[in-house]
């Protein structure tokens, strides 16, 4: 990442306009991470963290698979190996997706929307995040050198936060559980 670029998110985040996900930031950039241990259900695997769905997608044998996906933060990133990017070929419940195709997105979305859906902590800290740019400066860019790249990360999300942002609109409002958080009350 260029030295501009990292100095302009660290201004917006400073501002309260952009929020840099990271795993060691504060909150809610420390629960959006993959390395968050935000559990969630995905065709009747059971996810421990993001980072361990991801990893898994890694490994065609279904039985590994299901392993690593139930793994959390660092002990799932250990878990990285790099043949996938040979054929740019991941795996899924026994299905071979390509990396750069359409389904692979799909996988994608469907597993985000999944862990928004099934773990409120995450969901909270995603909709703290409503009119703020949402950045992963850690994130790499080429899509053939990383399992989910930091724009894809970040759309992801974005989309996830703006459609819900739609249906609530419509709705009464939203409420965040989390104890302390300044948006405890009933928002509209």
């Not at 080429?142 to 992801?156: A, G, H, S, V």
């Not at 819900?164 to 958080?181: F, I, L, P, Q, T």
């Amino acid at each position: 990442m260029n030295k501009i670029r990292s100095l302009y998110v660290r201004w917006l985040v400073r501002r309260g306009k952009a929020v840099d996900i990271y795993s060691k930031g504060e909150y809610p950039a420390d629960v959006l991470s993959n390395l968050c241990g935000n559990k969630f259900e995905l065709d009747g695997f059971l996810c421990g963290s993001m980072e361990g769905f991801l990893q898994s997608l890694k490994y065609a044998d279904r039985q590994v698979q299901h392993q690593v996906c139930q793994m959390k933060g660092r002990k799932a990133r250990q878990k990285s190996t790099n043949t996938w990017k040979v054929k740019q070929q991941v795996f899924w419940n026994g299905e071979v997706i390509e990396r750069n195709g359409a389904s692979f997105q799909l996988l994608l979305r469907r597993a985000y929307r999944a862990m928004f859906d099934q773990n409120e902590r995450f969901r909270n800290a995603l909709l703290l995040t409503r009119g703020k740019q949402l950045f992963h400066t850690r994130g790499a860019a080429d899509p053939y050198k990383t399992i989910l790249t930091e724009q894809e990360f970040c759309r992801i999300l974005t989309e996830i936060r703006d459609s819900v942002d739609k249906v609530v609109e419509s709705a009464d409002g939203w409420m965040c559980y989390r104890k302390r958080c300044p948006f405890r009350v009933f928002c509209k």
